[in-house]
């Protein structure tokens, strides 16, 4: 195979399915890169067998690309991204040898990648889709980046490594949680005409949803095609495959709770500042606690370590009703959650000191559904 292509282009296109590629892989031809050569077009591939990333570059002048022989080949993806970063001019050619080997070549540079037969590579997983849903990219950029926050990153529960989504009746729900910590996100999505009545429960890891997110602009519109086993995200160029987590999503609504007996109405990077000056703290002990303590003189935020010192803050919130409260709980948890909401006004919901609290956007606060809610688990303690 034989081809010349725009430098920039090519390493884009490298970074882009480089991220589906792991370095822990026992499958030593997972660790390249497949560059596959047609008439008209090259395709790159990365993967890990559980997350697949593919872009198609089209022979045309956009890419600056010239097809001369067609063929496939299997490159160390380190070495071949290294290399072409470094080739001294903005363009480069790619041919293969008889033996496999492939000759990169950029103005005076020269340099020889011994290569894997394509052919050895995995085949990605045909998708014959049972439905395929339209999402602006955008808003699914934000509804994962508001539900990663709570997935979790231990294996001994994988269903919970992944966000769970009920897609059906015009509206998306999202939601993921490790167990100390939730998070959910309802949006409206426009179901096609045949899938308006049916409601589509899929599990997808958080890594592969992390990396779509870095793969998704802002005016893009992305493309879902969900099979039994396999969701598949089109977006442009790029193609990226994804294993669907096996099992049965717990019902979350049930940790949802329906009353309150304290709130606190406040700015959310107001309440954020001063939990990140907490943690100056409360990162120092034993224990990573911050405990809040509502009163009728107001709100007071603390961290605390016995080797270090104290630190001591009154809130200043726009309004707090109900029950005198102390509660603790885990800052970083508290930290990742406030952050997504943004500089908004939120409400966080208090039942009493051992049960789930819940931060809210204020307008959202008197709504029987909760369409962006992050829930934390409280942390016991001798005082709190």
Do not use: C
């Amino acid at each position: 195979m034989k081809f010349t292509i725009d430098r920039n282009t090519f390493v884009t296109a490298l970074n882009n399915v480089q991220r589906a590629i792991s370095t822990k892989t026992t499958i030593p031809v997972l660790t390249g890169v497949k560059i596959a050569v047609t008439h008209d077009s090259i395709i790159l591939t990365g993967s890990d067998s559980t997350l697949s990333i593919e872009m198609v570059l089209n022979a045309d002048d956009k890419n600056n690309l010239t097809i001369e022989e067609t063929g496939a080949l299997v490159l160390p993806a380190n070495f071949l991204n290294a290399i072409v970063r470094k080739l001294p001019e903005d363009e480069l050619t790619l041919s293969v040898t008889n033996d496999l080997q492939a000759v990169i070549t950029s103005g005076k540079a020269t340099f020889e990648l011994i290569g894997t037969p394509g052919s050895e590579y995995p085949r990605l997983p045909e998708i014959d889709s049972k439905a395929t849903f339209n999402i602006p990219g955008d808003l699914f950029a934000r509804v994962i980046n508001y539900t990663l926050v709570s997935v979790s990153t231990q294996e001994i529960r994988p269903i919970f490594t992944g966000i769970h989504f009920e897609i059906g009746h015009d509206e998306l729900k999202a939601v993921s949680t490790d167990s100390h910590r939730l998070s959910q996100r309802i949006v409206p999505l426009d179901s096609p005409e045949d899938l308006k009545d049916e409601i589509f429960e899929i599990n997808i890891p958080g890594r592969s949803l992390s990396e779509l997110t870095r793969l998704i602009d802002d005016s893009d519109n992305v493309e879902m095609m969900v099979t039994d086993n396999q969701v598949l995200f089109k977006i442009g160029s790029v193609y990226l495959y994804s294993r669907l987590l096996e099992g049965n999503y717990p019902n979350t609504d049930n940790l949802l709770p329906t009353s309150w007996n304290s709130m606190i109405q406040i700015e959310a990077d107001e309440i954020l500042r001063s939990i990140e000056r907490a943690l100056i703290m409360s990162h120092q002990g034993k224990n990573n606690v911050v405990k809040l303590e509502i009163s009728e003189d107001g709100v007071v935020l603390s961290g605390k370590s016995d080797e270090v010192g104290v630190v001591t803050e009154n809130l200043n919130v726009s309004d707090h009703q109900g029950d005198d409260l102390s509660i603790s709980f885990n800052p970083d948890y508290m930290r990742q959650a406030l952050q997504t909401f943004g500089a908004q006004e939120v409400v966080i919901q208090f039942q009493n000191p051992i049960k789930q609290f819940i931060i809210l956007p204020t307008e959202e606060a008197d709504q029987d559904t909760f369409h962006r809610l992050q829930l934390i688990t409280p942390i016991r303690t001798l005082t709190a």
